[in-house]
């Protein structure tokens, strides 16, 4: 498949863009890798056989929550080496972007179950809540909450915005 003309600054800008999400990615991976490592060790504790149904329940969804986190995050990476020299940079900026943003919903589910787990294991149901409500809150206002209130101001017609 031939790569459709561009000009010299819609490639600037779509190479920029491609860099800047392999940046972001390269700043998630590490996180949820140690994450997901971590959750793999945890049934090999000793203290593991003495978690509740409920708390197993809880740490399966964590780990799957984690590794579909990490598939997420990788994915464009072998969706960008499979497409890159078909000339549709768009798609795969666009692709790639949609699974970095479902890898951090993912990560934020991980995260979020896994201090619920520790907390909850720890100090009782109470604390796990409240540590989970606090976690999963920041996470989803400072990954999410504060870029879409600016979009959607932007939308209204608020000045703002980067090129």
């Known amino acids: 498949m031939a790569a459709p003309h561009r000009d ?24 949820v890798q140690v994450l997901f490592a971590f959750l793999l060790a945890v049934p090999f504790q000793n203290r593991f056989g003495q978690a509740s149904r409920f708390e197993r329940d809880l740490y399966l969804v964590t ?4 590794a579909a986190a990490t598939g997420f995050l990788i994915a464009p990476t072998g969706y960008h080496r499979i497409l ?5 940079r768009p798609r795969v900026i666009r692709e790639g972007t949609r699974f970095l943003i479902a890898g ?9 179950g896994a201090v619920f787990l520790a907390a909850h ?10 540590s989970a409500v606090a976690v999963g809150g920041l996470l989803a206002w400072l990954w999410f ?17 980067d090129p």
């Open 121 to 130: 294991f720890l100090f009782g149901t109470a604390a796990g809540v409240a």
């Open 84 to 88: 890159f020299q078909r000339g549709d």
């Open 145 to 161: 909450g504060i870029a879409l209130v600016r979009r959607a101001r932007e939308a209204d017609g608020a000045p703002g915005g």
């Open 8 to 31: 010299e600054e819609e490639q600037e800008r779509l190479n920029r863009q491609l860099i800047e999400l392999l940046n972001e990615l390269r700043v998630a991976l590490p996180g």
């Open 63 to 66: 780990l799957l929550a984690s």
């Open 104 to 112: 951090l919903v993912c990560l934020a589910v991980a995260m979020t």
